[in-house]
């Protein structure tokens, strides 16, 4: 599995078109900040609470792309079919592609959301309830998109599939933030909620996977 | 002689009426090259993925070498290489890193060295190239190489010559026939071409309809199909032959008993014969015959 991990993750890696797109939310940030900053002072300060939840939110949802092109792009490929003659287990194949597809996004979102706390002067709070919620949505998303990316045959179509959840996510991201940021109610029940709907979405992401091949 | 032997296989694909494989009864010899031949749709590649244990639900009975067979009773992945037709590549790893990634798995010692080798075998000399700036002939030969590392017992190959030149396709029949006498690997080639595969295979089998229609060495299948030899007598002098061309030809079922009373005919006539030559029926007519159906 460790084998099968190494080698999916220095594929997300090696590939700018998987880990671009988390650079772009916070870097466009920043230059906010600096141009607004150079214009009107302190006051002109673009970071609230709900910003910084926003954006970790945002970066959550770009784990589809890898979340569709690890199954659906395997398969579109026909490269999914050698693994399938190693000698290993699909358990053991299926793990070690669905654990390559979580550091990425997690650590990359997780540095953002640092460094842009750290631009922005926030409690240590907020960063702590933004950084649980974009891991909480990480989760769900890739758990989904999983789901999505086995049943899709090409990952355009996961894509499209994709698309509909995550701008659902991201208009509730928007609605509840507020809500979410007051207290330490929110984050410590939906991280762990959102651990247990991941597994339940992984043990049958794994049927189908062991039922498909 | 021990080896691998289908007993009445039959498959369908999950949501289709058609059997991929009807009742197929094949023996692939331990130690043979095996050529699996028949038209596009036959059933060839369903008849390797059942062998590979890639295909759950066949009927019928598959056997295997004992030492061959994983603890659940399928044949091992270690025991076997294979190629698969148009597979796909990490166009972001260079050769080596891709061979590196599939051989680590089959804890193959001083594994760079051993790519090394086989890759001088096939003239692969871009070990350190990305995958995706490969030629698709260069792909190819990879996929050999890949096929080959573990040095598997048994060795499956759907279109093993596919885009590749003549003279690349002569070395990965070296390499082929290298395996096979030097290790004893049991080779099962799926291929289209005809003329490499009358010329290393050692035994054969035709599909057509997902149904097994010959099985056996070439020599065997030509005495089970008996097919005519093109024979070309050429003459000097005509003698009182009649004859108007210095070259008689004729088809014949079995040359060795007609050319004898034809020549002997012929100079009791007072011809002259200088040179017989027999053609006989290659492989590819034997497959458009039997795909054809003209035997039944």
Known sequence: ?213 | MAGIAFESVSYAYPGRKNNALSGVDLVVPESSIFALLGPNGAGKTTLLRVLCGRLAGYTGQLHIPMPWLNSQGILDARSYGVLIENPGVYGRLTVLEYLEFFGKFYAIPDLKQRIKILAERVKLSELHRKMSALSLGTRQKVQIVRALLHKPPLVLLDEPASNLDPIARDEVWNLVREYNQQYGCTFIICSHVLTDLEQHCTHLGFLRNSELIANGTLDAIRAQYPMQSKVTIRLGSLGNTGLTSHELEYDCADPAKENPRRIQQLVEQGADVIEVNVARQGLSDLYRRLVQGDFV
């Open chain 1, 1 to 213: 599995m460790m084998q099968i991990f190494l080698h999916e993750l220095r594929l997300v890696l090696r590939e700018p078109r998987f880990w671009i797109p988390f650079l772009f939310p916070p870097v466009l940030l920043i230059i906010m900040q600096i141009v607004i900053l150079s214009q009107y002072g302190v006051a002109g300060h673009v970071f609230e609470p709900k910003l910084l939840m926003t954006v970790g939110g945002l970066l959550a949802t770009i784990s589809v792309t890898l979340t569709a092109d690890s199954f659906a792009g395997e398969r579109e490929r026909n490269t999914l079919e050698l693994l399938l003659c190693l000698p290993i287990t699909l358990r053991q194949l299926f793990f070690g592609k669905l654990f390559a597809l979580l550091p990425v996004p997690l650590v990359l979102s997780g540095l953002a959301l640092t460094l842009l706390w750290v631009l922005s002067h926030q409690d240590l709070d907020v960063l702590i309830k933004s950084l649980l919620f974009s891991a909480s949505l990480c989760l769900l998303i890739t758990g989904i998109s999983l789901q999505v990316s086995l049943f899709a045959q090409t990952v355009r179509s996961a894509a499209q599939a994709n698309v509909l959840f995550v701008l659902v996510f991201l208009v509730l991201t928007q609605m509840v933030a507020e809500q979410y940021l007051a207290t330490w109610f929110w984050p410590l029940l939906v991280f762990p909620v959102a651990l247990l709907v991941f597994a339940g979405l992984v043990m049958l992401s794994l049927q189908r996977f062991q039922k498909m091949n």
